[in-house]
């Protein structure tokens, strides 16, 4: 049974960070591009980053581009998004996906987590 769990959302104060995790099982881990993506309230799910299975391969929105960070330990089969500088806008329920690194931007991927909420207050 594939398993991604996100966690490490909260609520923080605007120009905090916070750093959320993605634990992957069930999946080789090491095999698959892995995406973090956000969708706010009313609005549609928005793709952030996603970084190839060895780290080559980072891509990052606009959006969140020198404000956040991904990365990844294949050896602890966990993803990482480091969140720095946050704004009201990022308030959303942040998942985790797993896929081919070169259409996750396109929000295809083969497993998605349940999902972690982030609500940043001016």
């Known amino acids: 049974q594939v398993q991604l769990v996100e966690s490490g959302g909260g609520l923080v104060q605007a120009g905090g960070s916070l750093r959320l995790s993605c634990a992957a099982s069930?999946?080789?881990?090491?095999?698959?591009?892995m995406g973090w993506f956000r969708q706010a309230p009313g609005k549609e799910r928005e793709f952030l980053t996603a970084m190839s299975w060895s780290g080559d391969f980072i891509a990052y929105s606009n959006s969140v581009k020198g404000r956040f960070t991904i990365s990844r330990d294949n050896a602890k089969t966990t993803m990482y998004l480091q969140m720095n500088s946050l704004r009201p806008e990022d308030t959303a329920v942040y998942y985790c996906?797993?896929?081919?690194?070169?259409?996750?931007?396109?929000?295809?991927?083969?497993?998605w987590g349940q999902g972690t909420q982030v609500t940043v207050s001016s």
């Open positions: 069930g999946i080789t881990f090491s095999s698959y591009g």
């Open positions: 996906a797993a896929g081919a690194v070169g259409v996750l931007h396109l929000k295809r991927a083969d497993y």
